[in-house]
Structure formats: C-alpha cells, structure tokens
C-alpha cells in the first residue's frame, strides 16, 4: 500500500483527503446555470414597468420603517431588552399572540437583504436566547421550539423546517455581508450547525413541556427531500412550500462539505416535486403533499388545498428560475398559475381554493397572495405577468389585523425579489 520509506498518513491527514475528494466530486457535478448566480444581473420586474430603482428602495424601504418601526397599529418588530450578547428583539404574530421562527427567520433574512445589521442581531439574538433548544436530553437538542410566547416561553417545542431553513440561509448571507463575529454571531459557524443538524439529528423521543415527543431528521434521505416536521412516524410527508432549491443550490457549495451532494440532489427534487404536486390545469400546489406529491388526507384533507402555506409556493419556484435558470417547467408553471389567478379576476381573485380551482368560504384578496403572484413573474413568459407585477406596486404595506404579520413579511419579500434587490451574498 504504501512505498517503501514512505510513512503512512495520519487519520487527520486521511480524513483530510477524503474531505478534499468530496468536495471535489461534487464540484466537479454542480452546474451554476445562467441565472443570477451565474451571472450576478438580478431581473428588475418593476424599472420593466417604467419604475426607477430609486422609487423600488424608496417602497421597500417605507415598507420596512412602517412594519419594524411604525405606530402600535402598523407594527409586527418589537425590541424586547437585552441581555450578554447585546438586545433583542421579536416579530410577532400578531394575530395568534405567538412568535414564530417562519416570521423570525423571514425578518432576519429582510434585514440582511437590507443591510439592517442591528435588527438582524437582535431578531437572532432573541431567537437563540429564547427559541433554540441546547438540551443534550431533549428531543429537538439543536433545533429551534417553532412557537413562543411573547415572553420567551414556549408553546411548543419541536420545530418547524421552514423556519430552520431560512435562519440557515439568513445566516449565510449575513456572513458574506457584515463578516462573522464572536459567539452567536459568528454567523457562518451557526448556518453550518443548523445546517447539519437538519440531516444529521439522531432519532430521540424524549418528554417536553407539553407531553413525549420524537424528533428526528428534518429531510428523508431516501427522497431527498425536505419533511412538513422531523419525524419518521405518521408525519413523515412534505409541504410544497418548504421546498426551496434555490438555497439548496447554494449549500452544495457553501455547507458541509459531507453534505454538499446532497443538497445539490435535494435541489433537482425540489424542482420534480413542483411538478407532482400542483395541478396540471390550475397549477395551485396543496398545503402539505406525500413525498410523491399527493395531496396529505390528515384531518379529512383539511390540507389537501391551495391555502396560506402554499401561496409561497409559486414564489419558490420563480426565485429558483430567477437565481438559477434550470429547469423550464418552472416557466411553465408560472405561467399556468398566473393564467389560473387572472381567470379568477385580478382584483378579486379569493386565497384559498381546491386544487383544481374551487373557491373555499375564505374570499379575502390577500396581499401576500398578491405578492407571491408576482414574484411567479420573474419565471412567467406571457404578457400577463405585467398586470401581476403592477397589481403588487400598486398594493399598499398590508396592515389589518390579519394581514400584518403573514401577508406583511411576504409583501416586503416580495418587494425585494421583483425589484432584483433580494440578493445572493457568498458567506466568508
């Protein structure tokens, strides 16, 4: 094995090559496509509209000041005090009382976008101190409890994987913009952590507060996919608005090396699974799917329709085209759903409907669904998708009671990915 006079390798040293040859497989496979990442132009739905980017920042940005800083009746962003590693500060749902790492991670991934450093560490802050579960004897040691109290105590503790999967990212990204600190802000150490605990968490059932709980994996490495919860029992099926390979393309490059091909595979079925699960005439996707894309049949279908998780859907798939440019069926798509919407009536049109295009009781004409609609712009190719772009800078800043928190946090997002300012920040 081994020539003469030669000393054998040490573990580092093998463990080493190994690592190094992973690395390179995988490199070697990625194809960064012709997309922003490849190119580093990010599309500009609204100057196509004939507005200036002045006017976009000048939107988002009284977007931000008016759901982060705005009267008692405008916000969602509270400071919450401080502690050793500086203040703190929550987004709440206002509308359930509760705090959620969907709209904690949405916020953190706004503030980055935005270059919002002091409002990203304190909504990070806030999330480690009070949502992140550091117990080797619980359960969901590594994740982060998906539901708290205003006061930083839970209301479960388990977690939710979309919530994990935007702090990786948000973290990422703060790392490639501001660098990484000390402690819980060594951004770029922490998107790794989390990113690893999500495929790597061991089986453990164990008790909480609110009874025994199993946790486990947050992907099914058989499919490679992203699971609605960690659990392997009778949970064990997806949500098509979880899916996101347009971040799973970059932690093929960014994370683990270990785990870098399979996120690059979990990308490609992402894309197969938009096309499973949505409806072949309307395009609308259910709120939770089998790993086949079979609509879930728990709580007698109750999400088996289009409904408030898989608005986000469209946005998904259309951010993966904008960023990446791989797969055309998501042009297809967009242009199928948009077609769907506008045959609904653009000023009109309901947020909650059977998959192929029945009206559920909730009529409203919701501002994140609006939203989300045109975002599906930037993969669209028919004319139509103007009319969606334009019905978004036309919208005002959502701020009813039931608008604020959900709707808000994806109308600013929104803003963002259609004015090309929601950006790609390789992490140092």
């Not at 405008?74 to 206002?94: L, R, W």
């Not at 479960?156 to 913009?177: K, W």
């Not at 490679?224 to 932690?251: C, G």
Request: charged share 20%; net charge neutral; hydrophobic share 35%.
């Amino acid at each position: 094995m081994f020539k003469r006079n030669q000393k054998p390798l040490s573990i580092l040293s093998l463990c080493l090559l190994v690592c190094l040859s992973c690395y390179s497989a995988v490199a070697q496979k990625l194809n960064n496509g012709a997309g922003a990442y490849a190119t580093h132009h990010y599309r500009d739905l609204f100057q196509e509209m004939g507005h200036s980017p002045k006017q976009s920042k000048a939107k988002i940005e009284a977007a931000f000041q008016q759901l982060f800083y705005g009267d008692t009746s405008q916000v969602i962003y509270f400071k919450a005090g401080s502690n050793e590693n500086g203040p703190m500060a929550y987004v709440s749902d206002i509308a359930h009382y509760d705090v959620r790492t969907e709209g904690m991670s949405y916020a953190m991934m706004i503030a980055v976008q935005l270059n919002k450093k002091a409002e990203f560490d304190a909504l990070w802050n806030w999330s480690v101190t009070h949502m992140y579960v550091s117990s080797p004897q619980h359960p969901s040691e590594g994740y982060f409890s998906w539901s708290m109290k205003t006061d930083g105590t839970p209301n479960e503790e388990t977690p939710a994987p979309d919530g994990e999967e935007y702090y990786v990212m948000a973290l990422y990204f703060a790392s490639g913009r501001w660098g990484n600190g000390q402690g819980v802000y060594n951004y770029h150490a922490w998107a790794d952590k989390i990113l690893t605990t999500m495929r790597h968490h061991p089986l453990k059932t164990g008790p909480t507060k609110f009874g025994e709980r199993t946790v486990s994996v947050m992907v099914s490495e058989e499919k490679k996919m992203i699971r609605f919860v960690p659990s392997t029992n009778r949970w064990d099926f997806s949500d098509p608005s979880y899916h996101l390979p347009a971040f799973y393309e970059l932690w093929a490059r960014w994370g683990p090396v270990a785990d870098r091909s399979f996120w690059a595979a979990a990308a490609d079925s992402s894309r197969s699974y938009f096309q499973k699960s949505t409806n072949p005439q309307t395009g609308l996707a259910p709120d939770q799917a089998d790993f086949e894309g079979q609509p879930t049949k728990r709580r007698n279908g109750q999400f088996s329709h289009f409904g408030f998780d898989a608005w986000r859907t469209a946005s998904n798939w259309s951010v993966d085209w904008n960023w990446w440019h791989k797969d055309t069926n998501e042009q297809v798509l967009s242009n199928r759903i948009q077609a769907f919407f506008a045959s609904q009536g653009m000023n009109t049109y309901g947020c909650q409907y059977t998959l192929d295009g029945k009206q559920l009781l909730d009529a409203r004409h919701a501002s994140g669904l609006l939203a989300t609609n045109a975002v599906a712009s930037l993969a669209a190719t028919q004319p139509l998708s103007r009319k969606f772009t334009e019905a978004l800078w036309q919208a005002p800043v959502p701020h009813t009671w039931v608008e604020r928190y959900y709707d808000g946090l994806l109308y600013i997002m929104s803003l963002m990915h259609c004015s090309g300012n929601y950006r790609i920040y390789s992490p140092r």
